[in-house]
């Protein structure tokens, strides 16, 4: 009797430990295997009530891993770079949850830009020419929770928030096909 009590211990805490040490090791690794494919759309809007542009961003998200991760209480700043140059800040966003399904993941976020004065139309500027500019890229950067998915739900590292940077480089065709 006692050494099945003794096994069924060694099984549960072999069952409850083993996500806490896979998490721990390898959740940096994890949030590294998420790419940004493509931007589907942008989209600016100004709002009159504060008189602040914001940023529409529907994207594709490729997740790398074999488990689906969640990232939530997301806080990010979406800034446009070019080699060797200053990066320019287009705004912040936030997001309470997303999920992130092995593959790809369509996901919609809003970038506040600021106010309607001549900083933010010269940051527009950067978002146009970066549709076009081979040299420029999109970079997300900030810090989330991130949860695994596991057989009976998600699992999070209490309190514990992981970077998350992503980049997006366009790339052009040379030939437009017109129809």
Not at 34 to 55: C, H, K
Not at 83 to 99: A, K, M, N, S, V
Not at 115 to 121: E, H, I, M, S, Y
Not at 150 to 165: A, I, K, Q, S, T
Request: charged fraction near 20%; include cysteine; proline fraction near 5%.
């Amino acid at each position: 009797m006692v050494k099945i009590g003794k096994g069924v211990c060694g099984f549960l805490a072999c069952v409850l430990l083993s996500p806490l040490e896979v998490t721990a090791q390898n959740i940096t690794e994890m949030t590294a295997k998420l790419e940004m494919n493509a931007i589907r759309s942008l989209f600016i809007r100004e709002d009159p009530v504060p008189s602040r542009y914001f940023l529409d961003v529907k994207a594709e998200i490729n997740n790398g891993n074999a488990e689906a991760i969640r990232l939530q209480k997301g806080q990010f700043e979406v800034t446009i770079q070019e080699p060797g140059g200053t990066p320019i800040q287009l705004g912040t966003t936030g997001f309470t949850q997303q999920d992130l399904n092995n593959g790809g993941n369509s996901i919609s976020f809003v970038v506040d830009m600021g106010p309607a004065n001549a900083a933010t139309v010269s940051k527009m500027i950067y978002l146009f020419n970066l549709v076009g500019a081979q040299d420029l890229h999109m970079v997300i950067r900030g810090t989330a929770e991130v949860g695994l998915k596991l057989p009976r739900g998600w699992f999070y590292e209490p309190g514990r928030r992981f970077g998350v940077e992503l980049h997006f480089r366009p790339e052009m065709r040379r030939e437009v096909l017109l129809k």
